[in-house]
């Protein structure tokens, strides 16, 4: 990968590398105690969730979702990672949940001062519990929540916003939706960007959403970490390369 000389390839690397090595400064380590103090209070939570806004009669409590439904440490601070290496200035995530992975984008993201995080959760109850741990964060003006089912807020959210440097599309894991957010994105997309897909390998529809986006004539790079796929855009790159790489299941 090094052989490229791409500085956005470079950088990813370089954040593989941080994490599997666990190369970290003091304030990465104090970023990341209070991103696992605050998944810690929701796992302990017994508040009640239900689902009756997707029309599920199903009910559940925070401390289930937060187990079964946010990013493990290790993912989380490869995203950290990400943010903070490529200085990213504008940052979309698809798939809020309970604010996990949104803290450590926003712990990464605390000294940029004209940073802004945009993410998007159509649970109401997600969006309260995320929102409230952001602000203690970040100034309230450097993120939002939106609220909302992706079928009514995804067309809005991409006319209104352009050039996001990174990317992490982590809701609705379906082939459709995760290839049309690919698609609609990149004809937003104004700079090289580093975009993350979540659960890449998680049915047979999501294995042929990934192949489908790395084969995209805009991709320059990707790397397939198996759960998580990353794919580099950037268009002064020709000839587009692929590569393969363990970090953890
Ligand atoms: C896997 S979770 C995100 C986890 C989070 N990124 C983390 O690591 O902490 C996916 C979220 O997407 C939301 N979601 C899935 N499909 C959606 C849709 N069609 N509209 C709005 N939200 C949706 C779910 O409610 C869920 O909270």
């Given at each position: 990968m090094q052989a490229t000389g791409n500085p956005t390839l470079l950088s990813v690397t370089e954040c593989l590398q941080q994490v599997i090595e666990d190369n970290f400064s003091p304030e990465d380590r104090e970023s990341f105690r209070r991103a696992e103090s605050y998944r810690k209070g929701l796992l302990d939570s017994t508040e009640v969730v239900d689902y009756s806004v997707f029309g599920l009669n199903q009910k559940s409590t925070v401390g289930k979702v937060c187990r079964q439904a946010t990013s493990p440490a290790v993912w989380a601070r490869l995203i950290f990672a990400l943010v903070k290496h490529l200085s990213a200035a504008k940052v979309l995530e698809i798939g809020t949940n309970l604010g996990v992975s949104g803290s450590y984008i926003l712990e990464a993201m605390r000294?940029?001062?004209a940073g802004q995080f945009i993410t998007m959760e159509g649970m109401p109850l997600y969006v309260d519990i995320a929102s409230r741990q952001f602000a203690t964060i970040v100034p309230e003006e450097r993120f939002e929540v939106i609220l909302g089912k992706y079928e009514d807020t995804f067309g809005p959210m991409v006319v209104n916003?352009?050039?996001?440097?990174l990317l992490f599309i982590d809701g609705n894991h379906q082939k459709e939706p995760t290839q049309q957010y690919f698609r609609e994105l990149l004809s937003r997309s104004t700079r090289p960007s580093v975009w993350v897909f979540d659960?890449?390998?998680?049915?047979e529809g999501m294995v042929e959403a990934w192949d489908n986006i790395k084969q995209?004539?805009?991709?320059a790079y990707s790397l397939d970490l198996y759960k998580l796929g990353i794919v580099i855009v950037d268009p002064s790159v020709k000839a587009a390369k692929h590569f393969s790489y363990h970090l953890s299941y």
């Open positions: 000294p940029v001062a916003n352009e050039g996001f440097d659960d890449i390998n998680w049915t995209d004539v805009a991709v």
